[in-house]
């Protein structure tokens, strides 16, 4: 019987997700679930709503036990064959408001913030001290485990896990496998989905659609670079971002278009502020997102509580098919964020890179992708920096670590000058407190 342990469990909607998914599993149904979170009634709610889930699609197979604080870490963690990594340390308030609010007063603006720029910088920077702590239970109470990370900055977290600890770990986004799929639909592309084969390759969020055919093996490159052209002339839609990519740099890449507006210094620029509606980008998206997402978790919650109907139907995230392949042996084919160390000939061997990984009894076996095209390991490049210099910056505890991460950032470079990235860091780091008080 697996033991599945879910840090961060007072996520539920996401550990609804990744727990149900194990439940709708034959091989992972009589699974032990042990939930781990510092907050008592998200906790509770988290018990309630997948114990309905247990009861009402699994027939009550599954153990579900709960394990609150820091104190029941290790017991959440004892014996493990999985941990499923969900964790958002500083929560949306105070912290993420404060990732926004602070760049605000120094005229640098954001969609999202949570992957890199000095949202994403800041969100590392007080969280792998947390995975610090998590690595070292899991050595002692359960060194085989497999560690799937799901918590942004994706390759920030699962970089600094896999080069600084023996924790076993690969990181898990949604965006690959909905890539092409999701760009197909948009073009009006549906006929060519099934059967299409594919290769993806990069970094999380900026893992670059290399390759694409239908099932016959044609390339369906030259008609998605008609189409995506033509509709970004046309008219105004969500991915404008991604499909001047397509113009500018040859390919599609997998994370979507609010995302991508930061990652560059083109999009997001103060002295031309016309490109926000040029190409439709949504600035403050994601204290939006989460503001209307605790609200609607509300309402939905005191509808799961109130009548405890609650089901559940296997979902596309990897986790439940990861844990599958591991325990039947069955292998299984993911896009995974793991270390570098030659898959893409062209990137630094320390880098967490996003690539075909298969899943089998052995755990998880990176595939070589080779090298990318020049222009796109470029484009890689200038995230991979700024990514590897604030896991610098987390281990070695320095301040001036932190203002080079934030230098290296190609939005907050193309907007402050380097007295104004000193002076944003300070006020973030003040600002933050306790959460950076291991920085000197």
Same mark, same amino acid.
């Given at each position: 019987?697996? %033991? ?36 008592? %009634? ?30 029941? =870490? ?34 640098? =603006? ?120 033509? %509709? ?68 939905? %919650? ?139």
């Amino acid at each position: 019987m697996p %033991k599945i342990t879910f840090m961060g469990a007072g996520s539920t909607v996401f550990a609804r997700n990744v727990l149900g998914d194990c439940m709708c599993t034959p091989s992972l149904r009589d699974s032990e679930i042990a939930l781990y979170d510092i907050d008592p %009634k998200r906790l509770e709610e988290s018990e309630i709503i997948l114990s309905a889930i247990n009861k009402n699609t699994n027939e009550g197979r599954a153990v579900i036990r709960t394990y609150l604080g820091v104190e029941n =870490r290790r017991d959440a963690l004892r014996g493990a064959d999985f941990v499923v990594n969900a964790i958002q340390v500083g929560l949306y308030e105070p912290c993420t408001v404060t990732d926004f609010e602070i760049p605000k007063k120094y005229g640098l =603006r954001q969609t999202i913030g949570d992957t890199l720029g000095i949202g994403g910088i800041m969100r590392a920077l007080r969280t792998i001290p947390v995975l610090r702590d998590f690595a070292e239970d899991m050595e002692a109470v359960c060194p085989n485990a497999l560690f799937l990370n799901y918590t942004n900055p994706m390759a920030m977290l699962s970089g600094y896990m896999q080069r600084y600890t023996g924790v076993k770990t690969v990181g898990l986004c949604h965006s690959v496998q909905v890539c092409s799929e999701g760009l197909l639909k948009s073009l009006g592309m549906e006929d060519k989905l099934e059967g299409r084969r594919e290769t993806i390759a990069g970094i999380n969020h900026m893992a670059w659609l290399l390759e694409i055919y239908d099932k016959d093996g044609n390339d369906l490159y030259p008609e998605i670079k008609k189409r995506a052209a033509e %509709k970004n002339c046309t008219e105004k839609h969500s991915d404008m971002v991604r499909y001047e990519y397509i113009r500018r740099l040859g390919y599609y890449c997998t994370e979507s278009s609010e995302h991508n507006a930061e990652y560059n210094p083109w999009f997001i620029k103060s002295r031309c502020p016309e490109l926000i509606d040029r190409y439709n980008i949504p600035l403050d998206e994601y204290p939006r997102r989460c503001v209307s997402q605790i609200a609607g978790w509300e309402k939905e %919650k005191n509808d799961i509580l109130n009548d405890g109907q609650v089901t559940h139907t296997r979902s596309h995230e990897y986790a439940s098919y990861i844990m599958e392949a591991v325990v039947t042996g069955v292998p299984y084919k993911i896009g995974g964020n793991v270390l570098n160390e030659g898959l893409i000939s062209n990137l630094p061997a320390d880098a967490c890179v996003e690539v075909p990984c298969l899943i089998d009894n052995m755990g998880v076996h990176p595939c070589k992708a080779g090298r990318l095209p020049v222009q796109l390991a470029a484009m890689n490049m200038t995230n991979i920096n700024a990514q590897l210099m604030t896991i610098e910056a987390a281990v070695t505890g320095k301040k001036e670590a932190i203002y080079q991460a934030a230098m290296l950032d190609p939005h907050t470079a193309a907007e402050l000058s380097l007295d104004e990235i000193v002076a944003l860091c300070d006020d973030l780091i003040e600002a933050h407190g306790d959460f950076m008080k291991d920085y000197h």
